[in-house]
C-alpha cells in the first residue's frame, strides 16, 4: 500500500480536531480539560498523533494517534489516555465498567524491534474498538481503543468521532466526583446557556397548556404530520410533545408561556430540533429537512 504521510497526517490533524470539539460538549459534571490540537506529532509507530486534552492537573492526556502500531499495513486511528504514572491508569481501568476493561495487555516483549515500534502479534478484528492497555518502562502507560475504519476513508471518520468521544466521555464519568451528563446537556447539546434551556424545558411540561396545544394541532406533528395514533393504535393516542417557540437566545424566565408559543411535534422531530440552533425558524429548517430527505 502506498504510502502519503503528508495526507495521513493532515488527516490525523482533523480528526483530532473533530473529536476534539465534539468532547468539549460533553465534559460538564466531569475533570476533562479538552484543547483543540494544532499540531500533529511524530511518533515512534510509523505515523503521528495529538494531544485533545487530560483529565485533570498531571492526571492521564488524551491522545488521537493515526499509525501503524496495530500490525496492518495500513494506519490505524487509536483513541487512548497516555500517562508516565501507571498507577493513574491502573486505578481508572479499576473503576471503569465491565465492557471498558483492557481486552488486551500489551508489554514491550509484544512489540517488534525495527525502526518502527509494531505489535509482533497484530491486534486480532475482535480487538478493535475494545480498550487496550500498554505497559512500558519508566511507567508509561497508554489505555485506549484502535478503530478499524481504513486509511482509505479520506474524510474525518463519523464513526471514530462517536466512538473515540464516548470511550473519552465514559472514562471521565467513571472517576471519583464526575456526575452523570446533564440531562438538559443532552437536550439542547448546542446551546451554551443551561439556566435558559431548564427555562425552555419548564415551560414545555408545564401540563396545561401543553395539552391545549396538543388539542389544538389535533396530535399531529407540524414537523413530519406524524400521529401516534396511526402507527401505534390506541397506545398512541392523545400522544405528542408541546415544543416551545420562542427562541431560546431571548427567552426570558420570568415571561408567562402563551399557547400561542407552542407547537406540536413528535418525539423524533422534537430531539431533531434541540439539536439545532434555538432560532424561531427551526421548525420550517426542519420541515425542509424532512421534505428533502423523503423524496
Ligand atoms: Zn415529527
Ligand atoms: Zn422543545
Given at each position: 500500500?502506498?504510502s502519503k504521510?503528508?495526507?495521513d497526517r493532515a488527516w490525523?490533524?482533523?480528526t483530532a480536531k473533530?473529536?476534539a470539539e465534539?468532547l468539549?460538549?460533553?465534559?460538564?459534571g466531569?475533570r476533562?480539560?479538552?484543547r483543540?490540537?494544532?499540531?500533529?506529532?511524530t511518533a515512534?509507530?510509523?505515523?503521528?498523533?495529538?494531544i485533545?486534552?487530560d483529565?485533570?492537573?498531571?492526571q492521564?492526556r488524551l491522545?488521537v494517534?493515526?499509525?501503524?502500531f496495530?500490525g496492518?499495513?495500513?494506519?490505524k486511528l487509536?483513541?487512548?489516555f497516555?500517562t508516565?504514572?501507571?498507577p493513574q491508569?491502573?486505578?481508572?481501568?479499576?473503576?471503569?465498567?465491565?465492557?471498558?476493561?483492557?481486552?488486551?495487555?500489551?508489554?514491550m516483549?509484544?512489540?517488534?524491534?525495527g525502526?518502527f515500534?509494531?505489535?509482533?502479534?497484530r491486534?486480532?478484528?475482535?480487538?478493535?474498538n475494545t480498550?487496550?492497555?500498554e505497559?512500558?518502562?519508566?511507567?508509561?502507560?497508554f489505555?485506549?481503543?484502535?478503530?478499524?475504519?481504513?486509511e482509505t476513508?479520506q474524510r474525518?471518520?463519523?464513526?471514530?468521532?462517536?466512538?473515540a468521544?464516548?470511550?473519552f466521555?465514559?472514562v471521565?464519568?467513571?472517576m471519583?466526583?464526575?456526575?452523570?451528563?446533564?440531562e438538559q446537556?443532552e437536550?439542547?447539546?448546542?446551546?451554551?446557556?443551561?439556566?435558559?434551556?431548564?427555562?425552555?424545558?419548564h415551560?414545555?411540561r408545564s401540563?396545561?397548556?401543553a395539552?391545549?396545544?396538543k388539542?389544538?394541532d389535533?396530535?399531529?406533528?407540524?414537523v413530519?404530520?406524524?400521529?401516534?395514533?396511526?402507527?401505534?393504535?390506541?397506545?398512541?393516542s392523545?400522544f405528542?410533545?408541546?415544543?416551545?417557540l420562542?427562541p431560546?437566545g431571548?427567552?426570558?424566565e420570568n415571561?408567562?408561556?402563551r399557547?400561542?408559543?407552542?407547537?406540536t411535534?413528535?418525539a423524533?422531530?422534537?430531539?431533531?430540533?434541540?439539536?439545532?440552533?434555538g432560532?424561531?425558524?427551526?421548525?420550517?429548517k426542519?420541515?425542509?429537512?424532512?421534505?428533502?430527505?423523503?423524496r
Amino acid at each position: 500500500m502506498k504510502s502519503k504521510p503528508k495526507q495521513d497526517r493532515a488527516w490525523l490533524l482533523a480528526t483530532a480536531k473533530a473529536v476534539a470539539e465534539r468532547l468539549k460538549k460533553h465534559c460538564e459534571g466531569t475533570r476533562l480539560r479538552i484543547r483543540v490540537p494544532r499540531r500533529a506529532a511524530t511518533a515512534n509507530t510509523d505515523g503521528w498523533y495529538a494531544i485533545i486534552g487530560d483529565l485533570g492537573k498531571d492526571q492521564p492526556r488524551l491522545e488521537v494517534w493515526f499509525d501503524r502500531f496495530s500490525g496492518y499495513p495500513e494506519r490505524k486511528l487509536y483513541a487512548c489516555f497516555r500517562t508516565e504514572v501507571r498507577p493513574q491508569i491502573t486505578s481508572i481501568t479499576k473503576r471503569v465498567s465491565r465492557k471498558l476493561w483492557p481486552a488486551r495487555v500489551v508489554t514491550m516483549g509484544d512489540t517488534e524491534e525495527g525502526k518502527f515500534l509494531v505489535l509482533a502479534d497484530r491486534l486480532a478484528r475482535t480487538q478493535f474498538n475494545t480498550p487496550v492497555l500498554e505497559k512500558y518502562e519508566g511507567g508509561r502507560t497508554f489505555y485506549g481503543i484502535y478503530d478499524p475504519t481504513r486509511e482509505t476513508a479520506q474524510r474525518v471518520s463519523p464513526h471514530f468521532c462517536t466512538r473515540a468521544v464516548a470511550f473519552f466521555e465514559d472514562v471521565a464519568r467513571a472517576m471519583p466526583n464526575a456526575k452523570a451528563e446533564d440531562e438538559q446537556r443532552e437536550i439542547y447539546p448546542r446551546f451554551e446557556n443551561r439556566k435558559l434551556v431548564a427555562s425552555h424545558l419548564h415551560r414545555e411540561r408545564s401540563k396545561l397548556l401543553a395539552a391545549e396545544c396538543k388539542i389544538r394541532d389535533d396530535y399531529e406533528c407540524q414537523v413530519c404530520l406524524l400521529r401516534f395514533e396511526e402507527t401505534y393504535g390506541k397506545l398512541g393516542s392523545d400522544f405528542a410533545e408541546a415544543h416551545h417557540l420562542f427562541p431560546l437566545g431571548r427567552l426570558r424566565e420570568n415571561v408567562r408561556t402563551r399557547l400561542e408559543d407552542l407547537t406540536t411535534v413528535c418525539a423524533n422531530c422534537h430531539r431533531m430540533l434541540h439539536r439545532m440552533e434555538g432560532r424561531p425558524d427551526d421548525i420550517k429548517k426542519l420541515k425542509a429537512i424532512v421534505r428533502n430527505h423523503r423524496r
